[in-house]
């Protein structure tokens, strides 16, 4: 049997760093997939169904917000027509420099992942003008953009507050260990070459995810291939040996026992039990 790969998709295109265009108006179940290396923010007005993210399944009570960050898995199942807009970036669309305040907004931004919002909160206005801007496409438009994006940006950041508990920024090196951490595993699976890339010992790296976090840096690796396991046990159709083949196990046995060191059953009861 073929082995089926959970798709990547790509909705930017080579070279680019930005889009907002209008959300998709048709009802349909998207297939289960994650996104290359993005942001994308999703601001529904209107609509009704579930949205998955990774393990969470939200149901959807428009009008909100979700932030998905590059690498989740995520797929709608809508009962009514969305209507919204769709925000895609990656980090470089901003100066670091010149930018710094907005891109320190963003980040801190990312302790979200969805935000209820009532129909007097909904950025309606903001929206449109950010997207009538875009395709404008004049000059001056990518400066009254990121204007635009910042009083967007804010007014997510002060409604979110009030939901959402305080946290500190991480700490540079263990916020590039979680970035490599979507984008190496499962091809990597142990502290020491998570450790190599972000130049610290495995030490270090475990001290430091202990106090962000408090799980280890192995903890941690767990924890995502655990996540990666689920994804194509309950997302595909392939065998147990073909999952343990893609997520870089030495043989099948030895992902059977570390799936049910951590969820008490293998991997093929765990199948069984969503798909009786």
């Excluded at 950041?157 to 970035?179: D, G, H, K, M, W």
């Excluded at 190599?196 to 941690?220: D, F, I």
């Excluded at 655990?226 to 065998?239: Q, V």
């Excluded at 870089?248 to 026992?257: L, M, Y």
Aim: hydrophobic content about 35%; proline content about 4%.
């Amino acid at each position: 049997m073929e082995q089926k790969h959970i798709g990547t998709k790509n909705k930017l295109g080579e070279g680019h760093t930005f889009k907002i265009s209008r959300f998709k108006e048709q009802i349909k179940k998207t297939r289960p997939h994650k996104h290359d290396e993005y942001y994308e923010l999703i601001f529904l007005a209107e609509g009704q169904g579930f949205h998955s993210i990774e393990s969470e399944k939200y149901l959807i009570s428009s009008p909100e917000v979700y932030l998905l960050k590059p690498g989740q898995l995520h797929f709608w199942q809508f009962t009514s027509i969305p209507k919204g807009f769709v925000i895609i970036y990656r980090e470089n669309e901003f100066d670091p420099v010149n930018e710094k305040r907005l891109l320190d907004m963003l980040r801190e931004l990312q302790a979200m992942t969805r935000l209820r919002l009532t129909r007097d909160r909904f950025p309606l206005r903001l929206l449109e003008a950010i997207f009538a801007e875009y395709q404008l496409n004049a000059p001056y438009s990518n400066d009254i953009i990121h204007g635009l994006l910042k009083s967007l940006v804010g007014s997510l950041l002060r409604l979110n507050a009030a939901t959402a508990p305080e946290s500190t920024r991480p700490q540079s090196v263990y916020e590039r260990f979680i970035v490599l951490l979507t984008k190496e595993c499962p091809r990597l699976h142990r502290v020491n070459e998570f450790a190599e890339l972000v130049n610290t010992t495995p030490q270090n790296l475990n001290s430091l995810c202990r106090k962000q976090s408090g799980k280890s840096a192995g903890e941690l690796i767990a924890h995502q291939l655990l996540l990666e396991a689920k994804r194509y046990i309950l997302h595909t159709d392939n065998t147990i040996n073909q999952i343990a083949e893609i997520l870089a196990f030495t043989d099948t046995s030895n992902f059977v026992k570390f799936f049910k060191r951590y969820e008490q059953v293998t991997p093929l009861q765990f199948r069984r039990k969503y798909f009786q």
